[in-house]
Structures are given as structure tokens and as C-alpha cells.
């Protein structure tokens, strides 16, 4: 269901400690493979909204929820998906420890029912180590639309384990998983798991030759297939969306059209909630006046607090409102691991990982969760680079200011429908600008200060999924929408307040604003831009949300009201403040490449453990953001000359 | 006794069976997770479009290994 609110911005620092509460009657753990659907699973009994989605490696530390069955306390522990116990990656360290540690009363293992073959090489590894294990054969609604069958008396009867089938999108079909967890647990069903025989001397790869094995005999008698050709349909999109001429058009396709029903659909909303807002604001000044208020309090609490908090609502929502759903489409379709697969050789050449191009996606969410999900990446070396690389993909609270810039100043050259299509191809060329970095950066990183060589790459391409339309639409939109609102208060409310008293304290008629702007001034010249632009960037490394809203406060010192009804008043506001098309331009560079937020430093820091990693992840996309901006200012101003 | 190959080697949609795995205990470990041993049968059915990797079917499962790693998997066609 795409990311949430607990799976973005601080609340990936929170440890997912587990909790010591002696409420709980029994500890259930949940393992499986990955992407067979445990974090749907554990949404489902819980009730909770972790981060789900169609590709390997989404759920990277432990998660914890509970459940009431028949009055007793569950405690259950989301367990990140793991092919083996005797690897060595860090989710699968993570599931390991888990499972070795004995915490749990009973571990669920879910394994997906269209691949049972491979899925229970962990089933019987899991059974080694212990005892008390429900096998729940999930996505039957898949097997079943397939023709495949599967029978799960048998299966249990061979394994010596409760079997359980469900569909874990449809809710109703866990009422029988609970009731086993519960007869597992209560001791009415002890199982008596069949161990694979082995002698001392295998190694591990023996041992895991002969479950593999088993697990061949084992399929044979317990599957039978309607069809032969069941994957058929997945093979075709596939071919497509692989094929040589159409694979990297189709994606930079889908990306366009993301950003193009983006563009069109904030304008509406958007204008709604400016006159709402401006209507509201000329009821609070009729009050502050009312109850006969000074100016500053005025001055402080509706220029300042209320006017911000109006524009990061009003301009930045929508956007990321209306972006959010369609990514969350895009990934819970499965096409993510397709875009890995079509990239994966431009990264070999860059000696980085494949799987980079997951985080890189994630990124276009959130930095933080993307750096998050570098976890996925097995070597080192590798996931620094896609650290590192992370911020060069916009998140989402970068992108409204992209849309914003570019529908003023090159939307506003076409007319009707050529404007939103000329505003897409520029976002469109940004993010492109942004993607080459990330190669060229992660080239460069592996010649020099992280040297070393591709290590090796598999990924799992899973089958395609419908999405549930309404699901996302809901879970995204008020999950989304709640935890902008949240920021927006947190962090923008206190930040409108600090503009207002900077733009009207002063020392001989200069306010403390403008000495704050001229002295960063000389130095943004340089770059294409003013010292008012450069200000807000740098006040808006708490959140970058709020960096358009503090440049227009910055723009509007002089404390008149102006009723913003739409994106083009905006644009007049910042012509008027001398903006160019090169102003224009650079600013967008400098949105796409410069220092990431506060959140995705310091989720980088824990990330790495290392304040050299952090610093580099800050001055890097700063370095690269201040060179290019004076390189086009360079270029203007040389073209202007001859001209 | 069909001859050797390697499985980056085997054509599209054509059935290979593993002879043996020659690469380091750590990636050979990998192969094995995903249930890569002697004797399974593998099919590669689509490439990306650089060329590498290319998306095998091993156990019903779609996996993508780039060609250096395929190299290292030894495979006669069936």
C-alpha cells in the first residue's frame, strides 16, 4: 500500500524495539520469503498501515502489532523476508536472530502458494530450529486464477505442521490462521515437524541441496496444474516492458504520464483551497482587529504563522496528494523490480548494484525511507553508493516546487493543453538530469573513495498484481494528507513566525532578513539567483516543503495581503522580485540537487553509523547543485555577450 | 552426453539443467537460496534491454542473474 506515515520521515529513526509490555499472552512470529505477503498479513490481524507493496525487500527491520482472539493478546513480530537461514545480508541476520532467539511461542511461515517449490526451503530450514510452526500458503486467489491446486491435508500430513491457506488481501480468510495460532499455542495441536536427515559432515550447501530436494518430491504429490502455460499473460507484459526498443520509452512513458496527471489535477484543488483560505485570513484580520490586537501580534500570528501555513497547504499538498496514489499503482502493480531489471546494466557500469534502482524509487517518496531501503542492497560497498546517490531523486516534498517553477515560467509559454504537456517535459528533463546523476556520482564514487568491483545480482522479478484501487486511494490520500498537515504545523507554523520577526526586526530601517540575504547575496549571484532563494533553502532543511512558502514570505515583507487564487499569481510575485528564465531554470537545478532534509541526514547517519558518510551525503549533491547552477549562469551570461 | 555450457550461453526459451556451480562459497550460497542446485532445470525466457541481465525461470519463479554471474553456473540443454 505504498508508504505510510510510520514508514517516512521520523519515524524511521524510532527503533523498532521490541516491546518488553508482559501484556501479551503469546508472541507470534511471521516469516516467509519475500514478497509473499507477511507485512499484508500482519496489516490484516493488526489493523496497522505498514509499508507494503509489490517487490522484494520492502519490509527491512522487524515490526511489531497486536491482535485480540478470543480475548487473548497476540503479540506479533513482521519479520523481513528472508530466502535462508545461512546467508548472510542483513534482513536476513535480522530474521535469523529472530527466529534463533525463541522469543515467539509460534512462527507463522507464509509462503506464496504460486511458487511453494522454492518457498519451502525455508519452511524446513525454519523447522530445524524450532518446533511450533504454522505453514499459511497465502495469494490462493492467485494460485487458484493460475489453475493451480493445491492440497493442504497432504502438505501438512508431509511436512508434520499445521497447513493454512488464505488470501490475505480478503480479511474473512484469516479467521482460520488465527484459530490455528491459537490451538498452536494453547498446545491443542502439537505438531511433530518431519526433519530432513542429514548427516554431521554436509556442509550447508549439502543440507540445502537435500530440502530442495524433498521439496521437489513434495510438490509433485500435493500440486496439480490446470494449465501448463499459466504465466503466460505475466511473459507478455513482460516482453514488452523488457523489450529492447520499447523497455526504457515505456518507463520514461509511465514517469511522464505520473507527472502529467499530477500537474493537471493539483490546479483545481489548489485554487480551491487558496480562496478558501485567503477568505479565511480576511475573517482573522477583521478578529485580531476586533479585539483591538497591536500590529505585531497581527503581524506574527496571521503574515507570519497562519499566511505559511496557507501556502504549504494550498501549493504543496495537491501535488503530492494526486503524485503519491499513482506511484503507490505503479508499485503494487510490480513494475518496480522491471525498472531494476531494465537499468540494472547501466548501474554494472557504475559498478553499483541493481537493486539501487529500488531505492532510487523509494527515494521519489521520501529520501529517508529511500536511504531506509538501501538495506536491500547485500554489499557494502554497494549500499553506500545508493546512500549516497539517494537525495538526487526529488521526494516528494521536492517536486511541488519543480511543478510549481516549471508551470509558471515554461507552462506559461504554451496555451491550454500544451501548457501542462510543456510543464511535464521540463519536470520530466530535471528528474532525467537527476537519474544521470545518480550514475555519474555512483561512477565516480566507485573509482574513487568506495573502489571495488560489481558484486553479484539476483532479483526476484515477482508476478504482477492488480492493485487494490480503493485501498490506495484511501490509505494514501488520508495517510498522505494527514501527515503533510502534521508537518506543515510542526515545522512550518514556528518557521513562518522566525520570517515574520527577521523581515521586520531591523537595525537602521534594514531588516535582519535582508542583512541575512545580502550577505548570501554576492555568492547566489554567482549561481543564477538571489539571496532570498538561497535563505530559503537553507531555512528549508527541516522540511523542504516549506522552502516556496519562505521564499514567498521573504518576496512579500512589506505586509500586504495579496490573495494568491493561483499558481500564476505565484509567478507574479517572483517576476516581480526579478526572476528570470534562468532564474527559473537554476532554481530548479538547485531543487533537484542540493543538501538532502534534516530527516534524511540523520536517518543517513544511523544508517551508516558515521559522520563522514553523513557529511559526504550533505556536500556532495551541494557541490555538484552549485557548480552546474554556475556553469548555465556562466553560459547565459558568455551566449548574451555574443548575442 | 550433450556438451557444457555455461548458462548465460543458453538460448532464450531453450531447458537447461545445472551441472555445477563454480564460483565462491558466498555466491554459490545465493544460487542456492534461490533453489539453484544440481539438477534443477532452468529456462531463461527474457533479457533486459541492454542485454544483461536476463530473467531465468528456476522453480516457478522468475529470478534476473547478470551474464558474469551466469557465466559461473555450468548447464547441458535438455
Known amino acids: ?643 | 552426453m550433450k556438451p557444457i555450457k555455461s548458462l548465460s550461453e543458453i538460448c532464450l526459451n531453450k531447458k537447461a539443467k545445472v551441472i555445477d556451480i563454480k564460483c565462491n562459497d558466498d555466491e554459490k550460497r545465493r544460487f542456492l537460496d534461490l533453489g539453484i542446485v544440481k539438477d534443477t532445470v532452468i529456462i531463461p525466457i527474457f533479457k533486459s534491454p541492454f542485454g544483461t541481465p536476463t530473467a531465468y525461470e528456476i522453480r516457478k519463479t522468475i529470478i534476473a542473474i547478470r551474464k558474469e554471474n551466469a557465466d559461473k553456473i555450468e548447464v547441458t540443454e535438455i
Request: glycine letters at 6%; one cysteine or more; hydrophobic letters at 45%.
Open chain 1, 1 to 643: 500500500m505504498g508508504l505510510t506515515s510510520k514508514s517516512t520521515g521520523t519515524n524511521l529513526l524510532d527503533d523498532n524495539n521490541f516491546i518488553k509490555n508482559s501484556d501479551y499472552e503469546f508472541i507470534v512470529g511471521l516469516a516467509g520469503n519475500p514478497n509473499v505477503g507477511k507485512s499484508t498479513v500482519f496489516n490484516a490481524l493488526t489493523g496497522m498501515h505498514q509499508h507494503t507493496g509489490n517487490w522484494p525487500g520492502k519490509t527491512v527491520g522487524n515490526a511489531i502489532g497486536e491482535y485480540k482472539y478470543k480475548d487473548k493478546k497476540f503479540l506479533l513480530v513482521d519479520i523481513p523476508g528472508t530466502y535462508s537461514l545461512m546467508s548472510n545480508s542483513e534482513e536476513e541476520e535480522i530474521a535469523k536472530d529472530y527466529i534463533c532467539s525463541g522469543n515467539s511461542n509460534v512462527t507463522v511461515v507464509v509462503v506464496d502458494a504460486t511458487s511453494l517449490e522454492r518457498n519451502l526451503n525455508l519452511v524446513f530450514q525454519i523447522m530445524n530450529i524450532t518446533k511450533n510452526v504454522i505453514v499459511c500458503v497465502n495469494l490462493l486467489d492467485e494460485a487458484k486464477k493460475k489453475g493451480i491446486h493445491i492440497n493442504f491435508e497432504l502438505l501438512s500430513e508431509l511436512l508434520g505442521v499445521p497447513v493454512v491457506g488464505i488470501t490475505a488481501r480478503k480479511t474473512r480468510t484469516l479467521s482460520r490462521l488465527t484459530q490455528t495460532i491459537d490451538n498452536v499455542c494453547s498446545g491443542k495441536i502439537i505438531s511433530n515437524p518431519k526433519h530432513i536427515k542429514y548427516s554431521d559432515n554436509d556442509d550447508s550447501n549439502e543440507i540445502v541441496a537435500k530440502i530442495l530436494k524433498k521439496s521437489e518430491e513434495i510438490c509433485k504429490k500435493v500440486c496439480t496444474y490446470d494449465k501448463q502455460n499459466y504465466n503466460e499473460r505475466d511473459r507478455k507484459i513482460d516482453k514488452i516492458l523488457t523489450s529492447k526498443f520499447l523497455g526504457i520509452p515505456i518507463m520514461i512513458a509511465f514517469l511522464g504520464i505520473i507527472f502529467w496527471l499530477t500537474i493537471e489535477g493539483a490546479n483545481y484543488p489548489s485554487k480551491l483551497l487558496s480562496s478558501m483560505f485567503s477568505s479565511i485570513q480576511v475573517q482573522l484580520y477583521k478578529f485580531f482587529n476586533w479585539i483591538n490586537a497591536p500590529d505585531f501580534v497581527t503581524g506574527i500570528f496571521v503574515d507570519g504563522m497562519y499566511q505559511t501555513l496557507a501556502w504549504v497547504i494550498s501549493v504543496m499538498l495537491p501535488p503530492m496528494a494526486i503524485f503519491f496514489p499513482l506511484f503507490t499503482f505503479l508499485e503494487d502493480l510490480g513494475y518496480l523490480p522491471r525498472i531494476a531489471f531494465n537499468l540494472d546494466n547501466c548501474f554494472k557500469k557504475c559498478c553499483a548494484s541493481g537493486k539501487q534502482a529500488l531505492s532510487m524509487c523509494m527515494g521519489f517518496g521520501c529520501n529517508a525511507a529511500g536511504v531506509v531501503g538501501c538495506r536491500i542492497i547485500n554489499s557494502t560497498r554497494e549500499k553506500l553508493i545508493a546512500i549516497l546517490t539517494n537525495a538526487f531523486v526529488p521526494c516528494n516534498g521536492r517536486f511541488p516546487l519543480l511543478i510549481t517553477i516549471s508551470t509558471i515560467f515554461v507552462g506559461g509559454l504554451g496555451i491550454g493543453f500544451g501548457a501542462s504537456i510543456l510543464s511535464t517535459i521540463t519536470v520530466l528533463l530535471v528528474i532525467l538530469l537527476g537519474i544521470f546523476m545518480t550514475f555519474f556520482i555512483s561512477k565516480i564514487l566507485s573509482k574513487t573513495v568506495l573502489k571495488g568491483f560489481p558484486s553479484s545480482f539476483t532479483l526476484e522479478l515477482p508476478p504482477y498484481r492488480r492493485p487494490q484501487i480503493g485501498k490506495i486511494l484511501v490509505r494514501s490520500i488520508f495517510d498522505r494528507a494527514l501527515f503533510v498537515l502534521g508537518r506543515a504545523i510542526s515545522v512550518a507554523a514556528p518557521t513562518g513566525i522566525v520570517i515574520w520577526l527577521l523581515a521586520n526586526i531591523g537595525i537602521h530601517d534594514i531588516s535582519l532578513l535582508e542583512y541575512i540575504a545580502n550577505f548570501f547575496d554576492p555568492f547566489a549571484k554567482l549561481m543564477g539567483f538571489d539571496g532570498y532563494i538561497l535563505t530559503a533553502f537553507i531555512l528549508g532543511i527541516p522540511a523542504n516543503e516549506i522552502v516556496l512558502p519562505i521564499l514567498l514570505m521573504c518576496y512579500l515583507k512589506s505586509n500586504t495581503l495579496v490573495d494568491l487564487e493561483d499558481t500564476m499569481q505565484i509567478g507574479t510575485i517572483l517576476v516581480q522580485n526579478g526572476w528570470t528564465f534562468l532564474t527559473a531554470v537554476n532554481v530548479m537545478i538547485f531543487t533537484l540537487l542540493h543538501f538532502p532534509c534534516a530527516t534524511t541526514l540523520l536517518t543517513i547517519k544511523k544508517e551508516t553509523n558515521s559522520k563522514k558518510w553523513t557529511f559526504l551525503a550533505f556536500i556532495i549533491p551541494t557541490i555538484c547543485g552549485v557548480v552546474l547552477c554556475m556553469c548555465t549562469t556562466l553560459a547565459y551570461n558568455v551566449v548574451k555577450l555574443f548575442l
